[in-house]
Structures are given as C-alpha cells and as structure tokens.
C-alpha cells in the first residue's frame, strides 16, 4: 500500500492516543527511523526531539541493541515467569539493584510504567494489610503530578488539571498537598516543608504511602523543584509510619543529570518505579523496586504473595535489551552527554526568554521547556517544527525538548532553534 492508502486506513481504524476517534489531525507516516532521526513516507526526515515520549536515549537502530535484540529472538523470545526463570532478567534484576539507591533489593518486572505504578501502589497497600494496618489504605501526592492513565496512577495525578478529572467520583480519592515551589537550584522553602509536615502527621492514620516524581514533575507540567523536598519526605514519611514511593519512570537512566533523580537528595524511598529509558525505547517493560522491609511484610500478611502476575512479565526480549541498553550506559561517559546537551539546551533556548508570550524558559539535564502564557496550537506547532526538519510533540501551554543522549550539537541546535520559531509564531 502507498502512503495516502496507509493514511486512509489509519483514519478509519487506529485510535492514536489522546486523539479523538476518528481523529481530526492527520498524522505523519514514519517509514525508517535512524541515529536521532526519524525518516517520513514524504521523503523527510525529522530530528526526534522527544527520543519517542522519552525513551530512546541512545537513538534509532543501534548496532549494540539490534544485536541484544536478534540474538536473544534466537534463542526465545518468551516464557512466562510464573515458576520458569531466565539469565536476562535475573541479570537485569541484579543490574537494577546495582544502579538504583542503596537498599532496594527486589526487582518485579511489568509491561509498562503506568502497571509498575500499580505494582508499587499494590505493594504499599498490601504491606499495610499484612502488618494488621488495614486502615492505611490512601496516598498522598503533592498536586502537578503525572503517574499514568491507568486507574490507580489516575488518583494520584492533578485532579484538576488534567484529563483524570473526567474520573472524579469513580477514582480513590487520595489526599493532595500543594506542588513543590519551582526551582532545583533555588534554597527549599521552609514554610512549604511545614506543609508537608502538617498534612502528612494529619493523615498518618491512613496513609499508606506518600508517591511522588522526584525533581522534575513531567507530564503533569514539566516543573522542576529543589531535592530538599525529597530529604524531607523521607524524613516526614519515617518518622510517621508511611512508605515512601518514587516514580522515576520519566527521570531515571540519567535524564536529570544523576543517574537517578533520588541520587540529587542522596534518599532512598521504600519503592522506586523505573520505565522508559530503561529498553532504550525499544520494547515495553517497567520495575518497582522496593526494600526488603516492604518485602518481609508483604511475606508475613495472610496471603504472603503479592498479587499481581502480568503474561509478558519478565520477557526475555525486553530484558535482554534492557540489560544492553543499561549496559551502554555503564559503558559510556553519560553524564557528559548529559551535561553536553543540558548546556546546549540553556544556550539556544535562551532567545525565548526575550520573546512575547512566554512566562519561563528552563532547562535540567537532557530537558529543555518554553513555557507559554497561552496554550499552544498543537497543530500549528507540529507544522512549525516540521519545516525546520524537527520533531517536536508540545502539550498545553509548553514546548519542550528530551532530545536523545546522542543527540549531536548541531543537531540539538536546531532542535532549540525550532522550538523558540514555535513560541515567536504560535
């Protein structure tokens, strides 16, 4: 079939996501994706902005992940994990433990971020059910958050700023406190701290755990605050008898510039979910990993398993280009890439700061926002970046970049260059 065929039929059949159906925005046909490059049915090729939602950090077809990949499809590409067990996943497991902060020990393996968040919401709760605490059974979350779509993680996202508020009624109804101040580098702000405090000691009777995204706040608003809040949390969630849950599936593997944004604040929460990166972008799957208290606990309840077994869990395909993924990380300079892209990021965004319109230019790691005073004409936008040879997906009132580690200079300068025509022109 020929381009416009293909196009027809995606039309009519496939419902894209947070599109309506049929959808009003045609989309662009990938036919070859590259390096940092993805290549259209048109003949263009467009620099990948977005490493795919976040998640190819070291770009398209690399020789080092099509080989993980072609060997394991060589030798199988699925059992199921219940009672059968594989060397790329206990590998992965063991390389999880390594890399992640001092203490999480135990690795459960799942098919996506959203289901890791599940996972570790149903870890929280059903340790307290095995202690004899069944009445800890809600979360607190602090608001501008973003956990996934799938109903638990819904519950602790912004229940007023995103889409999730279609729910109110049918979803828990979890206990919100106001958004960490803005700033990583800014002192944390004591009387925010006193906050925390206040609601946390306030709900400890119930809490099960305490979730938040550590640093940066990512979809629900692209928010960056200072790792104090993080020492704080772990300091307020001890003292009062709480789990401690980090979702990292945005932020881990080196987005922010430490290999783990709970490394920026030197805590170690009880759960830690990783997703994203953590293939490369190649295949689905997502962790939680939590302390061998969490575990014990879990172990001593009344029913000494935790509940949740997915089909695909621990497939070897993902785990094996998991642990190549993890492994070219380990092998490369990654926080220079980093640090490379965070400076380039500050330099060609800066113009926007000049520019009518917008409210704030920021930049951490290998992430680069222009904040509007306005929402952005997503369709316009995408057009805007396209003819600068630019993928680009805005949402809301932000433009904003998580280009590839690999991403060269000039490449991500054009990438910048694109995103400040956007907040001049839309």
């Known amino acids: 079939m020929d381009a416009q065929e293909l196009l027809a039929l995606d039309a009519r059949h496939v419902w894209h996501p947070y599109a309506p159906m049929p959808g009003k925005v045609e989309p662009l046909l990938v036919t070859e994706a590259s390096g940092v490059r993805l290549k259209l049915a048109d003949g263009r090729e467009l620099i990948d902005g977005m490493s795919s939602w976040w998640?190819?950090?070291?770009?398209?077809?690399?020789?080092?992940?099509?080989?993980?990949?072609?060997?394991?499809?060589?030798?199988?590409?699925?059992?199921?994990?219940?009672?059968?067990?594989?060397?790329?996943?206990?590998?992965?497991?063991?390389?999880?433990?390594?890399?992640?902060?001092?203490?999480?020990?135990?690795?459960?393996?799942?098919?996506?971020?959203s289901v890791s968040i599940e996972v570790a919401v149903k870890m929280?709760?059903?340790?307290?059910?095995?202690?004899?605490?069944?009445?800890?059974?809600?979360?607190?979350?602090?608001?501008?958050?973003?956990?996934?779509?799938?109903?638990?993680?819904?519950?602790?996202?912004?229940?007023?700023g995103g889409m999730h508020?279609?729910?109110?009624?049918?979803?828990?109804?979890?206990?919100?406190?106001?958004?960490?101040?803005?700033?990583?580098?800014?002192?944390?702000?004591?009387?925010?701290?006193?906050?925390?405090?206040?609601?946390?000691?306030?709900?400890?009777?119930?809490?099960?755990?305490?979730?938040?995204?550590?640093?940066?706040q990512g979809a629900g608003g692209m928010r960056f605050h200072h790792p104090g809040y993080l020492r704080a949390l772990r300091e307020l969630t001890a003292a009062h008898d709480v789990l401690l849950v980090f979702d990292?599936?945005?932020?881990?593997?080196?987005?922010?510039?430490?290999?783990?944004?709970?490394?920026?604040?030197?805590?170690?929460p009880d759960v830690l979910c990783v997703g994203k990166a953590l293939t490369g972008g190649y295949l689905t799957m997502a962790a939680?990993?939590?302390?061998?208290?969490?575990?014990d606990g879990i172990s001593r309840g009344e029913l000494p398993v935790l509940a949740h077994g997915p089909t695909f869990m621990g497939n070897p395909l993902a785990?094996?280009?998991?642990?190549?993924?993890?492994?070219?990380?380990?092998?490369?300079?990654?926080?220079?890439?980093?640090a490379r892209l965070d400076a380039g990021l500050r330099a060609g965004l800066a113009p926007a700061a000049k520019l009518d319109g917008v409210v704030d230019v920021r930049s951490l790691g290998a992430i680069g926002v222009i904040q509007l005073d306005r929402p952005v004409d997503i369709p316009a936008a995408?057009?805007?970046?396209?003819?600068?040879?630019?993928?680009?997906?805005?949402?809301?009132?932000?433009?904003?970049t998580m280009p590839p580690y690999v991403c060269p200079d000039e490449d991500l300068a054009t990438v910048t260059a694109a995103m400040v025509a956007v907040a001049e022109e839309c």
Request: charged share 20%.
């Open 319 to 338: 785990a094996a280009v998991a642990n190549a993924s993890l492994g070219l990380l380990r092998e490369r300079d990654w926080a220079a890439e980093v």
């Open 248 to 268: 990292e599936i945005a932020t881990g593997f080196g987005r922010t510039g430490a290999m783990f944004a709970a490394d920026h604040a030197a805590v170690t």
């Open 288 to 295: 939680a990993l939590c302390t061998p208290a969490v575990a």
């Open 382 to 400: 995408t057009r805007v970046v396209a003819e600068r040879g630019v993928w680009l997906r805005p949402f809301r009132d932000l433009i904003y």
């Open 124 to 160: 929280c709760l059903q340790y307290w059910q095995s202690v004899g605490r069944k009445e800890k059974r809600r979360l607190l979350t602090w608001r501008g958050g973003y956990h996934g779509d799938t109903f638990h993680p819904m519950s602790v996202c912004d229940p007023d």
């Open 165 to 216: 508020a279609l729910w109110r009624g049918t979803l828990p109804e979890q206990v919100f406190v106001p958004a960490p101040p803005d700033g990583f580098g800014a002192a944390p702000d004591q009387s925010y701290v006193d906050v925390l405090a206040a609601e946390i000691e306030r709900h400890a009777h119930e809490l099960a755990a305490v979730i938040v995204e550590p640093v940066v």
């Open 55 to 113: 998640a190819a950090i070291h770009g398209y077809r690399h020789p080092v992940l099509d080989a993980a990949l072609t060997e394991q499809a060589g030798r199988m590409s699925h059992v199921m994990f219940g009672g059968l067990t594989h060397e790329p996943a206990i590998t992965l497991a063991r390389t999880l433990v390594d890399l992640t902060p001092d203490g999480l020990e135990h690795v459960f393996l799942c098919d996506s971020g």
